[in-house]
């Protein structure tokens, strides 16, 4: 009896459900919490989007979140959902989608519940490359518990508990996930809802963990943290958009490049016909070296330094290698193959028995 | 010489040598040839904590107590009645656990002067000859050179034969207490099927170890232990961890679930994954995780999903699971935690046994989170006592402590083993799929038992949420409503004492319903206590044995049985646990009897401290 038989068995016998799904059918009764105007808002409301055409039936989606203020998402998606505790969320996800892999499982976590309390377990989901999506929702600040500096707030950030400024040396998510062999690094932005939910998309048509960073304005204790790259005025300049097979261009007109000389990437002007878009670096996303460049563009160097790198939006990398609950239950499916499938009074019989008369 | 056979009621034999000398296997084996033969016994292996500390030292010293009958046993037994030493840091180590009178076997070569530095007795005082052995009957043997010789012509290398000479003892001892070497033999035959010719030097050595006793002068006496008059039926031999391993397996299967197993590698649980990680034929699906919490959680996820949910630890990990723990207490969810429990605090002492969990188990989390807390009473036990604890997990979506401990782990006893249509149905009640009802589904309804139904992903119309904030009664979305807590707060306790309807009633294990004292235990204190009590009671003593297996919530007429006594005496090997329990639910004005030594009781201890409680009161 297979672990998929078993399953089959108890449940496998309602009708199916109705999968003629709008964005509305993925909204539970509850009234959503954010404050107003809290990025969390877009990204609910685009996820809200891409259900629909992720082609799953509802009573197959799971989303499961830790502890923040990203983590009462579950609670507004109707669908099967979990608000677990601090950092845990892949943990427990890994133990559903081991045990249950058909199903759709989304992570929702934070800056802190990711890469604080749940470093640990967000580092071995990525290697060992659970077939889940994971939203991290950074927005470079504690909001639930009142405006404390998070592991991603840069150096010097001045917050509740840190008055004369942070002296920590921030996290940088993309280059974690890079580090620990994540299958599928992206980031996207609230205040640029068609591109992200382009990337909820990919994300979700990817196999293993598919980690999609989300910058997230916090509106009441870190207004404005991701503004360069939001604000329509400034985002040409600090932000480049990653397309597979195209060059990295960026500026007002795009009128810049990003070429790389030897390993040190430049920007390069091709207004003066000096350079034009064949000498720039094309953008592969199945480059694991030029994708750990990507992930290190962070604010460096200064802003008005002619040499100031753009923060890459889009699908850093994307590979495909086997994901670990697909091997987990191949082998339990070669296993019951070569031996069959347990006999319960064999195993309490053991080995070596004797009679007493 | 004539040399003279004697009978005996129960033998108790130690043997020790150091971690590379194959005291393990030499004990097992001892342990199934005499299995076989119809005696009654119970084992209790110690290993060092080093995995392999220096050679020789007394660090490093490995042991095997092994206790059998014509009578009933119980207990591994308090002093040995022989020691076998393959060293002398074997002897230093375990001298002090030799009955005075005792036999002490000694492999001489362990003794030369190296070996004598090593274990820090000094080269010139070799314990051999000055006579500090005088209250003991020493029998010498060169064991390593008698193996050597005995292999001589067989072209095994060095390694190999020094390797073998455990068996050499092995059939010494087989010699002295009458035991065939059959079983010995099939067992190396099939062990070493790919290298016959180290089969074949092994079983050399064992007849050559046998004989030895047969021809030399050296022993006066051999020993026969009849048969125990046992309850009839089919036997096998089984350690606690083993047991445990199959009450989940078994568990499951009666419940047509999947077991999901997550955890992280912690001594003495560890076993537990290994045996449960074979078994992926039998629904079982296990997952090494990268930490104790990672290993809760996965195990929740599991549960959520429609598994089983199973996470092993000791206590330092069982601490950091406690977040978790009341994660499921608040989301309902079937959750087996399985504390095999060592001495503390901190990381203590890792292979040494303790049973100071209990109010861990009972207390340990933030806020009133409740939960059903289980204790295997022996070896045998722990099936029963894993399968009660995931059956009332699952039928009451509950998370279960269950509370084994090292002793009870690595100890082994015979076990008539269950057959499948003997044991319970566990029922599962998945919540159907539903198709357009008006009314909205309430994942937080509840049965007459309180308990809600189990509703997982895949189940069209059931969609649903849940989480570790407290959750309005019935549907189960956020709620900060005063009265609401309260409710909730009460219900999780009621929850919890309502599966008092549905447990056995607690029985007297010796001795009657009333009396001067009762011995009231839980746990790996069974068989010392038992032993002690019906030792008592033979003496003329009016005492009885109370053995607790429900520990929360208790049986419903525990309380009754102890206000028939005039005295409730509570054994326990921590510092007063259970008696606190027993103090605070049924006011009675029990003593504790307590050992933190990471040793069980020894009977005598036991019957001793008992005593001096009854004549205080006179």
Same mark, same amino acid.
């Given at each position: 009896?297979?672990?998929?038989?078993?399953?089959?068995?108890?449940?496998?016998?309602?009708?199916?459900?109705?999968?003629?799904?709008?964005?509305?059918?993925?909204?539970?009764?509850?009234?959503?919490?954010?404050?107003?105007?809290?990025?969390?808002?877009?990204?609910?409301?685009?996820?809200?989007?891409?259900?629909?055409?992720?082609?799953?039936?509802?009573?197959?989606?799971?989303?499961?979140?830790?502890?923040?203020?990203?983590?009462?998402?579950?609670?507004?998606?109707?669908?099967?959902?979990?608000?677990?505790?601090?950092?845990?969320?892949?943990?427990?996800?890994?133990?559903?989608?081991?045990?249950?892999?058909?199903?759709?499982?989304?992570?929702?976590?934070?800056?802190?519940?990711?890469?604080?309390?749940?470093?640990?377990?967000?580092?071995?989901?990525?290697?060992?490359?659970?077939?889940?999506?994971?939203?991290?929702?950074?927005?470079?600040?504690?909001?639930?518990?009142?405006?404390?500096?998070?592991?991603?707030?840069?150096?010097?950030?001045?917050?509740?508990?840190?008055?004369?400024?942070?002296?920590?040396?921030?996290?940088?998510?993309?280059?974690?996930?890079?580090?620990?062999?994540?299958?599928?690094?992206?980031?996207?932005?609230?205040?640029?809802?068609?591109?992200?939910?382009?990337?909820?998309?990919?994300?979700?048509?990817?196999?293993?963990?598919?980690?999609?960073?989300?910058?997230?304005?916090?509106?009441?204790?870190?207004?404005?943290?991701?503004?360069?790259?939001?604000?329509?005025?400034?985002?040409?300049?600090?932000?480049?958009?990653?397309?597979?097979?195209?060059?990295?261009?960026?500026?007002?007109?795009?009128?810049?490049?990003?070429?790389?000389?030897?390993?040190?990437?430049?920007?390069?002007?091709?207004?003066?016909?000096?350079?034009?878009?064949?000498?720039?670096?094309?953008?592969?996303?199945?480059?694991?070296?030029?994708?750990?460049?990507?992930?290190?563009?962070?604010?460096?160097?200064?802003?008005?330094?002619?040499?100031?790198?753009?923060?890459?939006?889009?699908?850093?990398?994307?590979?495909?290698?086997?994901?670990?609950?697909?091997?987990?239950?191949?082998?339990?499916?070669?296993?019951?193959?070569?031996?069959?499938?347990?006999?319960?009074?064999?195993?309490?019989?053991?080995?070596?028995?004797?009679?007493?008369? | 010489?004539?040399?003279?056979?004697?009978?005996?009621?129960?033998?108790?034999?130690?043997?020790?040598?150091?971690?590379?000398?194959?005291?393990?296997?030499?004990?097992?084996?001892?342990?199934?040839?005499?299995?076989?033969?119809?005696?009654?016994?119970?084992?209790?292996?110690?290993?060092?904590?080093?995995?392999?500390?220096?050679?020789?030292?007394?660090?490093?010293?490995?042991?095997?107590?092994?206790?059998?009958?014509?009578?009933?046993?119980?207990?591994?037994?308090?002093?040995?009645?022989?020691?076998?030493?393959?060293?002398?840091?074997?002897?230093?180590?375990?001298?002090?656990?030799?009955?005075?009178?005792?036999?002490?076997?000694?492999?001489?070569?362990?003794?030369?002067?190296?070996?004598?530095?090593?274990?820090?007795?000094?080269?010139?005082?070799?314990?051999?000859?000055?006579?500090?052995?005088?209250?003991?009957?020493?029998?010498?043997?060169?064991?390593?050179?008698?193996?050597?010789?005995?292999?001589?012509?067989?072209?095994?290398?060095?390694?190999?034969?020094?390797?073998?000479?455990?068996?050499?003892?092995?059939?010494?001892?087989?010699?002295?207490?009458?035991?065939?070497?059959?079983?010995?033999?099939?067992?190396?035959?099939?062990?070493?099927?790919?290298?016959?010719?180290?089969?074949?030097?092994?079983?050399?050595?064992?007849?050559?170890?046998?004989?030895?006793?047969?021809?030399?002068?050296?022993?006066?006496?051999?020993?026969?232990?009849?048969?125990?008059?046992?309850?009839?039926?089919?036997?096998?031999?089984?350690?606690?961890?083993?047991?445990?391993?199959?009450?989940?397996?078994?568990?499951?299967?009666?419940?047509?679930?999947?077991?999901?197993?997550?955890?992280?590698?912690?001594?003495?649980?560890?076993?537990?994954?290994?045996?449960?990680?074979?078994?992926?034929?039998?629904?079982?699906?296990?997952?090494?995780?990268?930490?104790?919490?990672?290993?809760?959680?996965?195990?929740?996820?599991?549960?959520?999903?429609?598994?089983?949910?199973?996470?092993?630890?000791?206590?330092?990990?069982?601490?950091?699971?406690?977040?978790?723990?009341?994660?499921?207490?608040?989301?309902?969810?079937?959750?087996?935690?399985?504390?095999?429990?060592?001495?503390?605090?901190?990381?203590?002492?890792?292979?040494?046994?303790?049973?100071? #969990?209990?109010?861990?188990?009972? *207390?340990? =989390?933030?806020?009133?989170?409740?939960?059903?807390?289980?204790? /295997?009473? %022996? !070896? &045998?036990?722990?099936?029963?006592?894993?399968?009660?604890?995931?059956?009332?997990?699952?039928?009451?979506?509950?998370?279960?402590?269950?509370?084994?401990?090292?002793?009870?782990?690595?100890?082994?006893?015979?076990?008539?083993?269950?057959?499948?249509?003997?044991?319970?149905?566990?029922?599962?009640?998945?919540?159907?799929?539903?198709?357009?009802? #008006?009314?909205?589904?309430?994942? *937080?309804? =509840?049965?007459?038992?309180?308990?809600?139904?189990?509703?997982? /992903?895949? %189940? !069209? &119309?059931?969609?649903?949420?849940?989480?570790?904030?407290?959750?309005?009664?019935?549907?189960?979305?956020?709620?900060?409503?005063?009265?609401?807590?309260?409710?909730?707060?009460?219900?999780?306790?009621?929850?919890?004492?309502?599966?008092?309807?549905?447990?056995?009633?607690?029985?007297?294990?010796?001795?009657?319903?009333?009396?001067?004292?009762?011995?009231?235990?839980?746990?790996?204190?069974?068989?010392?206590?038992?032993?002690?009590?019906?030792?008592?009671?033979?003496?003329?003593?009016?005492?009885?044995?109370?053995?607790?297996?429900?520990?929360?919530?208790?049986?419903?007429?525990?309380?009754?049985?102890?206000?028939?006594?005039?005295?409730?005496?509570?054994?326990?090997?921590?510092?007063?646990?259970?008696?606190?329990?027993?103090?605070?639910?049924?006011?009675?004005?029990?003593?504790?009897?307590?050992?933190?030594?990471?040793?069980?009781?020894?009977?005598?201890?036991?019957?001793?401290?008992?005593?001096?409680?009854?004549?205080?009161?006179?």
């Amino acid at each position: 009896m297979s672990l998929e038989t078993i399953i089959d068995l108890h449940i496998k016998n309602g009708a199916p459900g109705d999968m003629n799904y709008t964005g509305k059918d993925f909204s539970s009764d509850q009234d959503v919490r954010w404050c107003p105007g809290c990025g969390d808002y877009t990204i609910l409301k685009q996820v809200q989007t891409a259900m629909p055409e992720i082609g799953v039936k509802k009573e197959d989606i799971v989303f499961i979140s830790g502890i923040g203020c990203a983590a009462r998402f579950p609670y507004y998606m109707d669908t099967f959902g979990m608000h677990s505790i601090h950092g845990r969320a892949a943990a427990i996800a890994t133990g559903l989608k081991i045990s249950r892999p058909e199903l759709s499982i989304w992570v929702i976590s934070g800056d802190g519940d990711s890469l604080s309390i749940g470093g640990n377990h967000f580092l071995h989901l990525l290697r060992r490359n659970v077939n889940v999506n994971y939203l991290l929702f950074n927005n470079q600040v504690y909001g639930l518990t009142k405006g404390q500096y998070s592991p991603t707030a840069p150096s010097g950030s001045v917050s509740k508990s840190t008055p004369y400024g942070s002296i920590d040396h921030a996290v940088n998510p993309l280059s974690f996930a890079l580090g620990a062999d994540g299958s599928f690094v992206a980031r996207a932005m609230d205040r640029d809802p068609k591109h992200l939910n382009q990337m909820i998309l990919r994300a979700n048509s990817h196999r293993g963990t598919s980690m999609l960073e989300i910058y997230q304005n916090c509106i009441v204790f870190n207004d404005g943290a991701f503004e360069r790259f939001t604000d329509k005025k400034t985002r040409p300049v600090e932000a480049v958009y990653l397309e597979q097979g195209e060059p990295l261009i960026f500026g007002e007109k795009n009128e810049k490049g990003i070429r790389l000389d030897g390993l040190v990437p430049k920007v390069v002007s091709m207004k003066n016909g000096e350079f034009s878009k064949d000498d720039l670096w094309i953008h592969d996303e199945k480059d694991k070296t030029k994708a750990y460049m990507l992930s290190r563009f962070f604010d460096q160097p200064e802003p008005g330094d002619e040499n100031r790198m753009p923060r890459p939006f889009g699908v850093l990398f994307a590979e495909e290698r086997f994901c670990y609950d697909e091997e987990v239950n191949r082998q339990i499916a070669g296993v019951v193959e070569r031996k069959g499938v347990g006999n319960l009074d064999e195993l309490l019989r053991g080995r070596e028995t004797w009679i007493v008369k | 010489m004539q040399v003279k056979d004697q009978v005996r009621d129960d033998v108790t034999i130690r043997f020790a040598g150091d971690s590379g000398d194959g005291m393990q296997l030499t004990g097992s084996l001892f342990t199934n040839t005499t299995a076989l033969q119809g005696n009654d016994i119970r084992t209790l292996p110690e290993f060092p904590a080093e995995i392999r500390a220096p050679i020789g030292t007394v660090p490093g010293v490995s042991s095997f107590q092994l206790h059998f009958g014509s009578k009933e046993i119980m207990t591994p037994g308090d002093e040995c009645d022989v020691l076998v030493v393959m060293n002398s840091a074997a002897l230093k180590a375990n001298l002090s656990l030799l009955r005075k009178g005792g036999i002490i076997i000694a492999n001489t070569s362990g003794f030369d002067k190296k070996n004598l530095n090593l274990a820090k007795y000094g080269e010139d005082n070799n314990p051999l000859e000055n006579g500090s052995l005088s209250d003991y009957i020493v029998i010498e043997v060169d064991v390593t050179r008698l193996t050597k010789e005995s292999l001589s012509d067989s072209g095994l290398s060095y390694k190999d034969i020094e390797r073998s000479k455990n068996m050499f003892v092995l059939g010494l001892l087989y010699w002295m207490y009458n035991r065939p070497l059959d079983s010995t033999i099939s067992f190396l035959n099939q062990k070493f099927t790919k290298k016959p010719e180290i089969a074949q030097g092994n079983i050399k050595v064992l007849k050559d170890g046998y004989h030895y006793g047969e021809t030399t002068e050296v022993f006066a006496e051999t020993y026969t232990v009849k048969k125990a008059q046992i309850g009839a039926g089919e036997y096998r031999s089984i350690t606690g961890n083993e047991a445990t391993v199959l009450g989940l397996v078994a568990a499951a299967r009666q419940g047509n679930i999947p077991l999901f197993f997550g955890s992280y590698p912690i001594t003495p649980a560890s076993d537990i994954l290994h045996e449960l990680s074979a078994l992926k034929n039998f629904g079982v699906t296990t997952f090494q995780a990268e930490d104790e919490i990672a290993a809760v959680s996965s195990a929740i996820g599991a549960a959520f999903g429609g598994s089983l949910g199973v996470t092993s630890s000791s206590g330092p990990g069982i601490a950091l699971k406690a977040e978790a723990v009341g994660l499921a207490v608040m989301l309902e969810l079937p959750l087996v935690i399985l504390n095999i429990q060592r001495a503390g605090p901190s990381t203590g002492m890792p292979t040494k046994t303790e049973q100071s #969990d209990l109010l861990q188990a009972m *207390y340990g =989390r933030n806020g009133e989170s409740p939960v059903v807390i289980i204790a /295997p009473a %022996t !070896p &045998g036990d722990c099936f029963d006592a894993a399968f009660e604890a995931s059956r009332i997990a699952i039928e009451h979506m509950i998370p279960v402590y269950f509370l084994s401990d090292g002793y009870l782990a690595n100890g082994s006893e015979p076990w008539k083993f269950p057959q499948q249509k003997g044991l319970k149905k566990v029922n599962v009640r998945f919540e159907p799929a539903r198709n357009g009802e #008006d009314n909205p589904f309430l994942p *937080y309804a =509840r049965d007459e038992r309180l308990v809600r139904s189990w509703a997982i /992903p895949g %189940t !069209p &119309g059931i969609e649903h949420r849940v989480g570790g904030l407290e959750k309005e009664a019935e549907t189960g979305n956020v709620s900060y409503d005063p009265d609401n807590h309260q409710l909730m707060t009460n219900l999780r306790k009621e929850r919890v004492d309502k599966i008092a309807d549905s447990i056995p009633l607690q029985q007297v294990d010796s001795g009657k319903d009333h009396g001067d004292a009762v011995l009231v235990g839980w746990g790996s204190t069974y068989g010392s206590i038992r032993t002690a009590v019906r030792e008592l009671m033979v003496e003329g003593y009016s005492v009885s044995h109370v053995h607790i297996k429900y520990l929360n919530p208790f049986p419903k007429n525990l309380g009754e049985i102890l206000n028939n006594f005039d005295q409730v005496i509570v054994p326990e090997m921590n510092s007063g646990q259970l008696v606190k329990l027993l103090r605070d639910t049924f006011f009675v004005p029990a003593k504790g009897i307590n050992k933190v030594k990471g040793r069980p009781f020894f009977v005598d201890e036991l019957k001793q401290e008992v005593k001096t409680i009854l004549s205080e009161k006179v």
